[in-house]
């Protein structure tokens, strides 16, 4: 996988892409596990697989967790 700057990246700073079909997608960052959603059950997730040792990403549209609806 070639490393270019990217546009967002600091000078000097190279940002990793994934091809993906046809499109090369730009890597933010590295995981074990992704939890999509932080609700109460997602927040729980995601807590378990932290303590776990995992390093763990959340995905939520709200600004806390859990968040109620």
Known sequence: MPQRRRQGCRKGQVMKTCRFASTEVPVIGM???VVVGGGTAGASAAISAARG???VLVVER???LPHFR
């Open 62 to 64: 709200e600004v806390k």
């Open 53 to 55: 040792g995992n390093r």
């Open 31 to 33: 995981y074990d596990t």
